[in-house]
Nanobody
Framework: QVQLVESGGGLVQAGGSLKLSCVAS????????MGWFRQAPGKEREFVAS????????YYVDSVKGRFTASRDNAKNTVRLQMNSLKPEDTAIYYC?????????????????????WGQGTQVTVAS
């Protein structure tokens, strides 16, 4: 059973930065495409970023392009999301997700239905 554990969330002022991490256990991490999603109160879960199994390919929702960067370290079974220039509208619970045996480009993994495993989430709050 694959487990995903996120960390790094917290409270930050607008314009600040946070770095989220997600550690996977129990599976073949290097065979997974990984994604980051977020869910704000009263809203549906939305795609934020994805990264291919190799880390070469990344894809972002327009609202975070140029501010967020996804990366991964397959040797450490870890995927990260560096978030800069944070805005109050970035406030949400952030989830990482894994799509098994996923070898397409990151662009193909922007929908929740593509993912097989989910973490419990980490809260990010951006104060204005």
């Amino acid at each position: 059973q694959v487990q995903l554990v996120e960390s790094g969330g917290g409270l930050v002022q607008a314009g600040g930065s946070l770095k989220l991490s997600c550690v996977a256990s129990g599976g073949a991490f290097s065979r997974y495409a990984m994604g980051w999603f977020r869910q704000a109160p009263g809203k549906e879960r939305e795609f934020v970023a994805s990264i291919s199994w190799s880390g070469i390919s990344t894809y972002y929702v327009d609202s975070v392009k140029g501010r967020f960067t996804a990366s991964r370290d397959n040797a450490k079974n870890t995927v990260r999301l560096q978030m800069n220039s944070l805005k109050p509208e970035d406030t949400a619970i952030y989830y990482c997700a894994a799509a098994r045996d996923a070898f397409a480009s990151a662009r193909q993994y922007s929908e929740t239905s593509k993912y097989d495993y989910w973490g419990q989430g980490t809260q990010v709050t951006v104060a204005s």
